[in-house]
T-cell receptor, first 108, second 112 residues
């Protein structure tokens, strides 16, 4: 079993829909990152969380430390949100483990 | 704030050619630096990390090597590229004053 599991692997939705991407991990962590990777390949850091909830524009990230689970939500989705979204968990001691990514496609 | 400069964004190299990818950082001193690789269809995996000048730890046996000639410079190299070296390479750091990781934008390498 992978230490970090993301779901779904692929997600296609219509413009305007509310999007949820999930990340589950198996051990205790010090922080969790959400990253965005556009088709050109560049990585953009979206959030770093150690507890609770963060919001930036239409993006919301939550984490439940007890349940070892985080979600990334996108409200009023837009085609420019199409990208791969990656969850990465900081397990300390130089160990950052990445999920496989969720490929999101938003159709106009 | 901490920033990472990573270049180039994309690179196409022939098999057998050498490789040098550079990562430089600003806004911090004595950071821990990391190189990750994402092969096709896989998640990012740690290749090397460095806790100081000249100190390199390798996580996965590779056709690659890393060096840290200066505090804020981390270089990924290969003497002869293989097709299997194709992938997305990402530099990252941890260090004062920010808690957590800061990421570069990455380099997509295609070996042909």
């Amino acid at each position: 079993k992978n230490e970090v599991e993301q779901s779904p692997q692929n997600l296609t939705a219509q413009e305007g829909e509310f999007i949820t991407i999930n990340c589950s991990y198996s051990v205790g962590i010090s922080a969790l990152h959400w990253l965005q990777q556009h088709p050109g390949g560049g990585i953009v850091s979206l959030f770093m969380l150690s507890s609770g909830k963060k919001k930036h524009g239409r993006l919301i990230a939550t984490i439940n430390i007890q349940e070892k689970h985080s979600s990334l939500h996108i409200t009023a989705s837009h085609p420019r949100d199409s990208a791969v979204y990656i969850c990465a968990v900081d397990m300390g001691a130089q160990k950052l483990v990445f999920g496989q990514g969720t490929r999101l496609t938003i159709n106009p | 704030s901490q920033t990472i400069h990573q270049w180039p964004a994309t690179l196409v190299q022939p098999v057998g050619s050498p490789l040098s990818l550079e990562c430089t950082v600003e806004g911090t001193s004595n950071p821990n630096l990391y190189w990750y690789r994402q092969a096709a269809g896989r998640g990012l995996q740690l290749l090397f990390y460095s806790v100081g000048i000249g100190q390199i730890s390798s996580e996965v046996p590779q056709n690659l090597s890393a060096s840290r000639p200066q505090d804020r410079q981390f270089i990924l190299s290969s003497k002869k590229l293989l097709l299997s070296d194709s992938g997305f390479y990402l530099c990252a750091l941890t260090g004062y004053p920010n808690y957590g990781y800061t990421f570069g934008s990455g380099t997509r390498l295609t070996v042909v």
